[in-house]
Structure formats: structure tokens, C-alpha cells
């Protein structure tokens, strides 16, 4: 894992289709080679499918603490890069089954909204398959605000199915 330099921030990445272990650890390769120094990596977590398309396989997510240099939209580009990288298709309706999902969670104490990225991202507090890698990897953790997400994990209940998977091994 490499030092990126900078801001700390939070990503969340996903994979439904493929060797999802294995989409994943390209990804998390992926983020490092484009200046995102990757500081630590969650458990995965077997998460059912949320949004707007039900009948799709079982995700496999993960969190990341990051540290970069890159603002928030340069962030979000090399997100959507590995994407790119990983054969995800853009032209999918939204929540379709993908490779690979990489979302921006939060950047340091950035609050920002524009027409392609919102931060902190609108999902944090309300998807447990979100919160409970994020809080195992800062179990304090909160928003640029103060609110706690401990707290918004407890208010969720168990929504969602979120399964500890174990850890996901990075190739040297």
C-alpha cells in the first residue's frame, strides 16, 4: 500500500460480478497506481443487492481509509477510472450488477454538492453495509458536522443483511 499524501478520506468499493475478491484487490492496486495512497483496508462484508435493481448476486463490500493529494472531483476521476479499468459499464441503468463500485465516502472535513459528486455522500449514514466497514476501520468516526455514525449504525437496526466475509488479502 502507498503513502498518497494529503487528506484522509474514506472510499467504499463493491463487487457483484466476477471474482469479487479479486476485482477488488485490482481496484484497491488500481487507486494507488492513480495517487490514492491506500492506509488501511475493512473486512469484506456479503451485502443483498439495495436501490433500484433487487434481482442481482450478493455484493461484497469493503471500506478503505485513503490518503490523497487529488481534490474532490480528482478523487472521484480516479474512482471512475478503476471502474473504467475494471469493464464497468457506464451506459448500465443505475444499480445494475458491476465489477466494480467505487464511491467517494468522505474527504477529510469536505462538505460539497455538485452535479457529480456530493460529499459527504449521500448514502453514509443510511446503508449498513456502508457503516459497519467504515466504523470498523475508525470506530469514532464522523461527519464533517459531528454526527457520530455509531450512532446512525444503531438508528438503522439490521435493515440489511451485512455478513463479515473476513478479510480480503492484498497481493504484494
Known amino acids: 500500500m502507498s503513502a498518497g499524501g494529503g487528506r484522509t478520506g474514506y472510499l467504499g468499493l463493491g463487487s457483484n460480478v466476477g471474482d469479487r475478491v ?14 490514492v495512497g491506500v492506509e488501511a483496508v475493512s473486512s469484506g462484508y456479503e451485502t443483498e443487492p439495495v436501490g433500484e435493481i433487487l434481482d442481482q448476486p ?4 469493503l471500506a478503505v481509509r485513503i490518503s490523497t493529494a487529488l481534490g474532490p472531483e ?10 473504467a479499468e475494471a ?22 472535513d469536505v462538505e460539497l454538492e455538485t452535479d457529480r459528486l456530493r460529499l459527504p455522500h449521500r448514502e453514509v ?5 456502508v457503516l459497519i466497514p467504515l466504523l ?11 454526527t457520530r455514525l455509531r450512532d446512525c449504525l444503531e438508528k438503522l437496526g439490521d435493515a440489511e443483511r451485512v455478513v463479515p466475509f473476513g478479510p480480503i488479502e492484498l497481493g504484494r
Do not use: Q, Y
Request: one cysteine or more; hydrophobic letters at 35%.
Open 74 to 83: 480528482g478523487l472521484l476521476d480516479a474512482c471512475k477510472s478503476v471502474e
Open 22 to 35: 479479486e476485482n477488488l484487490r485490482a481496484a484497491i492496486a488500481g487507486l494507488s497506481r492513480r495517487g
Open 87 to 108: 469493464g464497468r459499464d457506464f451506459s448500465a441503468p443505475r444499480h445494475s450488477p458491476r465489477p466494480v463500485d467505487v464511491d467517494v465516502l468522505l474527504l477529510g
Open 125 to 129: 449514514t443510511s446503508r449498513r453495509f
Open 58 to 61: 450478493d455484493f461484497l463490500n
Open 136 to 146: 470498523e476501520l475508525d470506530p469514532g468516526l464522523e461527519l464533517p458536522d459531528g
